[in-house]
């Protein structure tokens, strides 16, 4: 059985124009929607952790709403900053 490829010979039928050559490039210039995707849960858990582990510390319970609202907040002004502007 012969398994179908796309024009650059990969199963999947992606075809870039050049192949990346760093890690950078690979991530940023191939396949944007990693990076965005990674901004997107990156952002709201690493401030939401720390939301929480304050709201621990304090004795309160609204810092871990307000860490994972300011956190999806800041992931989309980095990806507006990297791929928004023009």
Do not use: C, N
């Amino acid at each position: 059985m012969s398994q179908s490829t796309g024009p650059a010979g990969h199963p999947s039928g992606y075809s870039a124009k050049e192949e990346p050559t760093t890690h950078s490039q690979f991530v940023h210039g191939a396949y944007p929607a990693i990076s965005v995707l990674s901004y997107l849960l990156a952002g709201p858990l690493t401030f939401g952790l720390m939301g929480w582990g304050v709201d621990q510390w304090l004795g309160t319970s609204f810092l871990l709403v307000v860490g994972l609202l300011g956190g999806m907040g800041l992931a989309f002004y980095v990806i507006w900053l990297r791929y928004g502007r023009a």
